[in-house]
């Protein structure tokens, strides 16, 4: 197999700045809702980069789990790898990879810390499994076998019992607070529509331009 020959043509479709939304986040919103109902597997799964303390950047899927005009939010164990390097340095970028749809979006901005209570309103909604997940798993640290692991979960299912399981106090959410979108279709030939989002503070506004693909 040669990887050289592998490609693909995308004909789905364009964007038009006719198209566009004074605000990326209502963009954002029907492009989301486009993926759940093409059925996508895991559509709000979005790659977010992070970068360490000497430079070095590192990047996994995450879920969004909340799109407002505030930011995106995700939820993490804080002393993950990731949750260590934003503590660090809060500068990320995430992309939604929506392969089916030939799209992807980019975006670019800032996390912080969601606040203990909107962490804990989350926490809240998850499975019971996940919750009990959070308090077993050391998150991106070395674990010596997978028999630990289940050891960890067993002791918190005897912690909890049959009550509510409460959120770790290491788990919880932060909230990216974007500064620049950039939205891609694909088109035939390579000639991609690109559109990117940028918020100019002077005009109080976003600004919207074409780039070239």
Known sequence: MSLAELREEYRLGGLSEEELDPEPVALLERWLQ???RAGLYDPTAMVLSTVSAT??????????KGLSEQGLDFFTNYSSRKGEELAGQPHVAVVFPWHPLQRQVRVEGTAT???EAESDAY???????????????????????REVLDRRYADAVARFGDGPVARPPYWGGFRIVPETFEFWQ???GRL?????????ATWGRWQSERLAP
């Not at 499975?127 to 674990?143: D, F, T, Y």
Request: charged fraction near 25%.
């Open 192 to 200: 991609h529509d690109r559109f990117r989002y940028r918020w100019v």
């Open 34 to 36: 486009d993926a759940v």
């Open 55 to 64: 430079g070095r950047p590192s990047s996994r899927m995450v879920l969004c």
């Open 123 to 145: 926490f809240a909604t998850r499975p019971r499994e996940s919750q009990l997940g959070a308090w077993a798993s050391p998150q991106s640290k070395v674990v010596e076998s």
């Open 113 to 115: 810390r969601l606040s």
């Open 186 to 188: 694909g088109r035939q």
